[in-house]
């Protein structure tokens, strides 16, 4: 039933000025940052690439976010929790990789296990010394937990504002938890003091800057599964269902599969975003499941524009870089800023940046398409294939 | 001043050879000895003289305070440089070549002892009661005597209790007493019904006598009892106090978000912003009218009110107006409010805890039927239980509460009908904000008053009302106290931290199955 779309089609003029531009970053950059001296003006630190690493991190929660929330009507106030468990699903591996090299110079156990008089690794650290199992975690552990919450929540058609306070207590819920120490993951500290990825130091320039490619090709890849999704058959049943839910239902669609497996594939994406956040900035702790955190990422989307997909990342590394300014220059401002973004934001641009622009020059073309002849939207084939089904 | 001083000294000493004649003065005598056994033997001498005098020299003694002249044997307490004679107590000269009085373990063994029994007989109740309880956990035969005097002179019914109780376990450690004194004994211990009771009772399941074992393997089951009934109880009350605390949170939300509609994420702020009133009318009280201290909080609940009610009028009026039938987009915008509060506060008043004061009536505890219970903690109870019923009465009761319902209920009908709706939408939200605003006032006794205040309630307030239902009031009292007391059960099983998150994980899990919560309205307007 799915229409098959080329895959080049079903990019519009916004992806592909979205791909050129990451292409462009993911080759300055690294160029910038390896080839320039490092006293030439047209340097990049090291530590800005990081940065800039962490801003598409953070771009590719914005857009997981976008999905469920642009295309679901899902307003999750917990994806920071997805985010968090791949970040911690990385960190494990990263831990396992310190090996003997410790402070206490323990041949398996990390330092924290050693302070806290652990005798032996807990059973969910088995494997986590192994590189794909970890990556697989990465991705199963937030699926996972996306796909009970999102089936139990959507099959009883908690919707609206019931289902954003029942995200938010999970990540909030989550949140104690892991800031105990009886977890057997770092309690208040966290997991810090990485050494080594693949058998690479994590700190080298050669693995950060490998690092910022590989979150730029995440970032592009995501783009593409969403709006792959997005555009697709499923994609409008999804709109349909944020639209008008009871409607979809009573037409014979099962709303809960469509949310669940959405909200499913959101997960897994903040859970990578997370795990690619966490050698870039070096740790990671319990205060990343802070609603907080959770609510922030949702500001992004919608200053960016919710329902674009590259708004939402657009929006994550806009707000994330002013907030590097401004923390920087006036610590005191920035809260005020943030909170006038959202009361702003809401009142004078519900559409957010990019949907204002989009509903701008889309007036534009309508003025000229009134004195054209009249020109179908949507590619005919996709029309025609539309029919088939 | 120095001449008087002579007379004292020279009336002093015609009068010392006269006061030797009482038996408490030979002990003194016996006190400057170089043998710790005729040290020992004087204190219990004192001990048992009852002479009211023996206490402070006894006192000096078990502090090493006490001297003697090696010359005429003549006491003396040092108190800092200043030196008295310790028979009368009168200021004596600074006196060369004094010697302390020696203690060793069996000696100080006796100085405890003694300053218990003197204690016994303490013109202080507190002071007694206290002694009493020290000879009940020390269980020395030799007092026996003394505890016997004091019974018979004791009027304070709860010493007198106190007392009995002692000898009962004395009389239980001697090892000669007859088998009815014990059988008695052990009935006026069951009476105390606590851990060192039940110790006492434990110890004597080698007692010789069969039927003192029997009566007291009884006294320990119906112990159990009892402090089982009371840890029952005291978690029934803690969990009503955190449900109190829950409830004064969540009820301001009731209104806006229950009634209304509004996801409010600045509630918390107006919780905070009505604590930070009470921190300013407290100053404001410390500075200018001290006497008006115990009246702080009651000066501080209207204005609270007025503070919270007036900043969430504001809010309605700017922001939350223009975004009526969005309620994600008003989430948004709250939560953006909410920043800039946190942030005003800050900057305002510093990122650290401010010191609220309690007044007197808050302070102090109760005892009921076993169970310890704080004033402050009581008062939070009924003032959130006040608060409640005040708010039902508003809503039911008075003109405004029909308007805001008839609002709620069909907004279009209630303007035909001529009510302003614009204006009951701010006066209802400035209600709900100042509720708030009040429970800032009762948080600010038991919370650090910070500009963080309010985000540790805010998720625990949404569930609450989701839990109870949206729209029910009775549902939101109904969730906030079944909350706490849960809670309160869970802590000794599963530890503080993992209690909540177990009660988040069942709420979560709760609302799959009744997405409307406890109390559910019914009818069409449910699915709007």
Redesign the interface.
């Known amino acids: 039933m799915a229409p098959r779309t080329p895959l080049l089609a079903m990019i519009d003029t916004k992806g592909w000025i979205f791909l050129g531009v990451l292409l462009a970053v993911c080759l300055i950059v690294p160029l910038f940052n390896l080839a320039v001296p490092p006293g030439s003006p047209l340097h990049v630190p090291t530590y800005v690439v990081s940065l800039l690493g962490k801003y598409l991190c953070y771009a590719l929660l914005a857009l997981s976010l976008d999905l469920v929330w642009g295309y679901g009507g899902i307003?999750s106030l917990g994806h920071g929790a997805f985010f968090g468990l791949g970040g911690y699903a990385m960190g494990m591996y990263l831990m396992r990789q310190i090996g003997p090299r410790g402070v206490y110079g323990h041949p398996v156990l990390p330092d924290f296990m050693v302070f806290l008089n652990y005798k032996e690794l807990p059973w969910y650290w088995l494997g986590f010394d192994f590189f794909p199992f970890a990556a697989l975690m990465v991705l199963l552990v937030p699926g996972l937990l996306g796909f009970l919450f999102g089936w139990?929540?959507f099959?009883?058609?908690?919707t609206?504002?019931?289902l954003?306070?029942?995200t938010?207590?999970?990540t909030?819920?989550l949140m104690?938890?892991f800031?105990?120490n009886d977890m057997g993951l770092g309690g208040n500290n966290g997991l810090t003091d990485f050494k080594d990825i693949l058998d690479f130091n994590v700190q080298a320039q050669g693995v950060r800057v490998t690092l910022f490619v590989l979150t730029a090709v995440a970032l592009a890849l995501g783009y593409l599964i969403a709006r792959f999704m997005t555009v697709s058959a499923y994609g409008k049943i999804l709109v349909a269902i944020r639209d008008a839910e009871?409607r979809t239902r009573f037409l014979g669609y099962r709303p809960h599969h469509y949310k669940a497996l959405a909200f499913t594939v959101s997960a897994m994406m903040a859970g990578v975003a997370g795990a690619l956040y966490v050698p870039q900035v070096g740790i990671i702790n319990p205060s990343e499941f802070t609603?907080?955190n959770s609510?922030e990422a949702?500001?992004w989307v919608?200053v960016g524009g919710r329902g674009t997909l590259v708004g939402a990342a657009l929006g994550a590394v806009l707000i994330n870089y002013a907030k590097t300014l401004l923390t920087g220059a006036m610590p005191?401002a920035w809260?005020?800023a943030?909170?006038?973004?959202?009361?702003l934001?809401?009142?004078f641009l519900?559409q957010g940046i990019v949907g204002t622009l989009i509903a701008r020059l889309g007036d534009r073309k309508a003025r000229i398409a009134a004195r054209l002849p009249p020109e179908p939207d949507i590619p005919p084939r996709l029309l025609e294939e539309g029919r088939g089904s | 001043m120095i001449r008087l001083l002579v007379y004292l000294l020279l009336a002093l000493a015609f009068a010392g050879p006269v006061r030797a004649q009482s038996p408490a003065d030979a002990a003194y005598t016996r006190l400057a000895s170089d043998s710790y056994a005729e040290i020992e033997a004087s204190i219990v001498g004192l001990a048992a003289s009852g002479d009211p005098r023996t206490a402070p020299v006894i006192q000096a003694l078990a502090e090493g305070r006490l001297f003697y002249r090696p010359a005429d044997k003549a006491l003396f307490v040092k108190q800092g440089d200043a030196v008295t004679d310790a028979r009368t107590g009168v200021p004596a000269p600074a006196t060369e070549g004094l010697k302390p009085v020696r203690a060793n373990n069996k000696v100080r063994r006796a100085l405890d002892s003694a300053l218990g029994t003197l204690n016994l007989l303490a013109p202080d109740p507190g002071k007694r009661r206290e002694a009493a309880e020290a000879v009940f956990k020390a269980r020395d035969a030799t007092v026996l005597p003394a505890l016997e005097a004091a019974l018979s002179r004791e009027t304070d019914a709860g010493v007198k209790r106190t007392l009995q109780e002692a000898r009962a376990a004395v009389v239980l450690a001697k090892p000669g007493s007859t088998e009815a004194d014990r059988l008695a004994a052990v009935a006026t211990i069951q009476g105390r019904a606590d851990g060192d009771a039940m110790g006492i009772l434990r110890a004597l399941s080698a007692d010789p006598s069969a039927a003192v074992q029997a009566a007291a393997a009884k006294g320990v089951a119906a112990i159990e009892t009892r402090l089982a009934l009371i840890a029952g109880a005291s978690n029934v009350w803690y969990g009503i106090s955190l449900g109190s605390v829950l409830l004064l949170a969540a009820i301001g939300l009731a209104i806006t978000f229950g009634v209304m509609g509004i996801i409010n994420m600045a509630h918390g702020e107006m919780v905070m912003l009505g604590a930070y009133t009470t921190f300013l009318v407290q100053e404001a009280i410390r500075a200018h009218a001290p006497g008006l201290f115990e009246f702080s909080l009651a000066i501080a609940i209207p204005a609270a009110f007025l503070v919270g009610g007036g900043v969430g009028v504001g809010i309605e009026r700017l922001v939350i107006r223009h975004l009526y039938g969005r309620p994600l987009e008003t989430l948004l915008a709250t939560f953006g409010i909410s920043l800039i509060l946190q942030q005003t506060v800050r900057s305002i008043f510093g990122p650290t805890n401010r010191e609220v004061g309690a007044p007197q009536f808050m302070t102090g505890a109760f005892d009921l039927f076993g169970l310890s219970i704080t004033w402050g903690r009581f008062w939070i109870v009924v003032f959130a239980l006040a608060v409640f019923f005040g708010l039902m009465f508003v809503l039911r009761r008075t003109s405004f509460g029909l308007k805001t319902r008839a609002v709620t209920q069909n907004r279009r009908m209630a303007a035909a009908m001529g009510i302003r709706t614009p204006w009951v939408d701010a006066l209802t939200f400035g209600l709900g904000s100042g509720i708030a605003g009040i429970a800032g006032v009762a948080l600010s006794q038991i919370d650090n008053v910070s500009p963080n205040l309010g985000q540790g309630y805010i998720i625990d307030s949404f569930l609450v009302v989701v839990f109870g239902g949206v729209g029910s009031l009775w549902g939101t009292l109904v969730a906030a106290l079944s909350i706490g007391v849960a809670n309160k059960f869970l802590e000794p099983y599963a530890g503080a931290v993992l209690a909540k998150i177990l009660l988040l994980v069942f709420i979560i899990l709760f609302i799959q199955k009744r997405p409307r919560g406890l109390f559910a309205l019914k009818g069409r307007s449910v699915e709007a």
């Open positions: 307003l139990l929540a099959r009883s058609r908690v609206g504002v019931y954003s306070i029942i938010q207590a999970m909030y819920a104690l938890a800031f105990r009871p609603p907080t609510i949702v500001i919608a005191e809260l005020f943030l909170g006038a973004l959202f009361v934001v809401t009142l519900p």
